[in-house]
C-alpha cells in the first residue's frame, strides 16, 4: 500500500531535500508541501495524506497549532514531527496537540521511512534522542539507570508518579513510552496480546488520555 505523505517545513530547500529522499522511497509517495502550518491544514482538506511530516516552529500558524486543527478535523491523519528540538516542552506540546511520532532533523532516510509507515498504522514513534529523554523521566529524571529494571519492576520514577497504576501497568506505560508495539509489548512481559490491549485500555482510563501519544505526554508532563 502507498503512504501519502504532506511535507511541511516553513525552509524550502529543506522541503525539497525530504520531497527528494521520500521519493526514492517505493512505498512513500508525496503529495503535497506546505511552508507553514496554516498552508498544511488546507493542504490536508486538499491532498488527503495519510501522514504529515511536520515541522514545530514556522512563522504565523505554528507546527502543533496545526497538529491540533488537523487531529480535531482529520483524526485519521497522522501527524509525524521533523524538528531540530528535541526539548521536553516541545515534544510535549507537539504530543499533547496530537502528534503520533517525533523525530529530530538528524534521522536518517531509513529512520524517516519507517517512522512514517509506523504513524500510519496507527503506532507512536520516536527517535533515540527522544527515546533517551522519555526513559530518563520514567527513571525519575536519572540520566542513564545503573541497570535495566526487571518486567515485574518497573522504574521508581512511573510508581511514584503515577500510584494509581499497578506494577503491570506501570510496565506497559514504560514500554509504551518506550514506543514499543502492543506485539513487542507482550513478548517483553510473556502476556498475549488480547491482555496487552486490556492493560493498555486500563492505562488510559487511569491517566484520563485516548491515544499513546497522550500517555507519553504525561510522562513527560
Not at 35 to 55: C, N
Amino acid at each position: 500500500m502507498t503512504i501519502r505523505v504532506l511535507v511541511v517545513d516553513d525552509q524550502a530547500i529543506v522541503r525539497d531535500g525530504l520531497v527528494t529522499v521520500l521519493s526514492l522511497v517505493p512505498d512513500l509517495l508525496v503529495v503535497g508541501e506546505a511552508s507553514d502550518g496554516a498552508e498544511a491544514i488546507a493542504a490536508v482538506a486538499r491532498e488527503e495524506p495519510d501522514v504529515v511530516l511536520m515541522d514545530l516552529r514556522m512563522p504565523g500558524v505554528d507546527g502543533p497549532t496545526a497538529t491540533a486543527s488537523i487531529a480535531a478535523s482529520h483524526p485519521h491523519v497522522a501527524v509525524l514531527v521533523l524538528t531540530t528540538f528535541a526539548d521536553d516542552q516541545s515534544i510535549v506540546t507537539a504530543l499533547r496537540a496530537g502528534a503520533r511520532g517525533y523525530l529530530t532533523k538528524d534521522a536518517g532516510r531509513a529512520e524517516i521511512a519507517t517512522a512514517i509507515r509506523a504513524v500510519a498504522s496507527g503506532q507512536s514513534t520516536f527517535d533515540a534522542t527522544v527515546g533517551a529523554r522519555l526513559v530518563a523521566q520514567l527513571a525519575g529524571g536519572a540520566a542513564a539507570p545503573a541497570a535495566a529494571p526487571s518486567a515485574a519492576e518497573p522504574p521508581a520514577g512511573v510508581r511514584t508518579r503515577f500510584p494509581e497504576l499497578t506494577p503491570r501497568e506501570a510496565d506497559v506505560l514504560e514500554r509504551i513510552a518506550e514506543g514499543r508495539s502492543n506485539p513487542e509489548i507482550a513478548a517483553e512481559l510473556f502476556l498475549t496480546v488480547p491482555t496487552v490491549k486490556s492493560y493498555v485500555n486500563q492505562v488510559f482510563t487511569k491517566l484520563g488520555v485516548r491515544t499513546r501519544a497522550e500517555a507519553v505526554a504525561r510522562v513527560l508532563r
